[in-house]
């Protein structure tokens, strides 16, 4: 008799308890890694997790620990759901205490402020563990709806097919659906800028502009997606698929979204510091708009969204004057 697969997530936010619980009720032996000694008391008590997801009830098959050490042991998949600007340094500490063949997955969204690194490449960067037991999970996934185990689908990028394939069975539920992809970069890009539009879009329904402006938004910043992917080598397929357009939609039309809610407040007039103020989980986009730009710049790829988004939300530029520049700029053909 095989035993069950054991996963260490580390992370007890929404989506890392979430996706805990997915791999739980595919069978999965899973251990939650926090910070927060009273979380991890709170998930070993009380089978919930009250700050983040309340109100839901954990699977018997998931603990918690803040013992880095003892959440690897035995691990077959190491699971990464940390602020992507927190990473590098958490990774290193972990590091030393890696199974052999352990696969570190990446739940991540973001790019890395600095050195431009997509997450899986700043996991190569630090384990030197090489590219094929790197894996990413990415798609439309609010953390609270899968954690009430409504419908959904992502996507589960790796270079090696047969480690996709493995991961994928470890998270296969009646309710949560994954697909595999080896296009990586595709999936990391489709990640990581959805949530620069999705503040785009946050911006514009908080300054009431409707739902065309809203399908422009959309529409444009998955063309802008696709012309960096194009740049940086992926299959332009995958923008269209789960990882791409799938994430786009969710993050842009859902008010769980949260870049989309810190766009709204935004663009209702209130200031950065007032908005994450009243934000108590990361909106990945914030930091990482400057990251995609960044990016954007090294590969000579014109993305006039994000330039509008780090300009309203790092340069101080009022939401109205940025609207004015965006819809005045030189007539072009659409697909350019």
């Known amino acids: ?21 997915v791999l739980a009720d595919a069978g999965c ?17 009380t089978r919930t997790n009250p700050d983040y997801l309340p109100g839901i009830e954990l699977p018997a098959s998931v603990r918690a620990t ?45 790019v890395e402020l600095g050195t431009a690194k997509r997450m899986s490449e700043v996991i190569e960067d630090v384990t030197k563990v090489s590219a094929d037991r790197i894996a990413v999970i990415t798609g439309p996934n609010l953390a609270r709806e899968v954690a009430e185990r409504r419908p959904a689908a992502a996507v ?16 296969h539920t009646s309710y949560f659906r994954p697909y595999t992809n080896t296009d990586v970069v595709g999936c990391e890009l489709g990640g990581a800028v959805k949530n620069v539009i999705g503040l785009a879009v946050g911006i514009a ?40 357009l799938g994430d786009l939609v ?7 979204s949260r870049n989309h809610t810190f766009g709204t407040n935004l663009g209702r007039g209130m200031t950065l510091q007032e908005t994450i103020a009243v934000t108590s989980q990361t909106a990945e986009g914030v930091k990482s708009c400057e ?19 780090v300009g309203i939300v790092h340069e101080g530029k009022p939401p109205l004057v940025a609207l004015g520049e965006l819809m005045s700029r030189s007539a072009k053909p659409e697909r350019r």
Do not use: Y
């Not at 990251?291 to 988004?309: C, F, I, K, N, W």
């Open 291 to 309: 990251s995609v730009l960044d990016l954007a710049r090294r590969h000579g790829v014109d993305m006039p969204l994000t330039e509008t988004v």
């Open 205 to 244: 329904d908080g300054m009431g502009l409707g739902d065309n402006a809203k399908g422009s938004l959309i529409t444009r910043g998955l063309a802008e997606t696709t012309r960096l992917g194009l740049a940086m080598g992926a299959d332009p397929l995958t923008f269209s698929g789960l990882a791409g």
């Open 66 to 110: 803040t013992d880095a050490v003892e959440a690897l042991d035995g691990a077959d998949f190491a699971v990464l759901v940390v602020p992507s600007q927190t990473l590098r340094a958490n990774l290193a500490a972990w590091t030393p205490h890696l199974g052999r063949d352990t696969v570190l997955v990446s739940l991540m969204k973001g």
């Open 156 to 171: 589960v990028a790796c270079q090696d097919e047969s480690v996709a394939q493995r991961l994928q069975t470890a998270c």
């Open 1 to 21: 008799m095989t035993h069950p697969a054991k996963a260490a997530v580390f992370g007890t936010g929404s989506w890392g308890t979430a996706f805990g619980m």
């Open 29 to 45: 032996e899973v251990t939650l890694w926090g910070r927060r000694a009273e979380v991890a008391e709170a998930v070993n008590t």
């Open 250 to 256: 969710a993050t842009c039309s859902s008010p769980l």
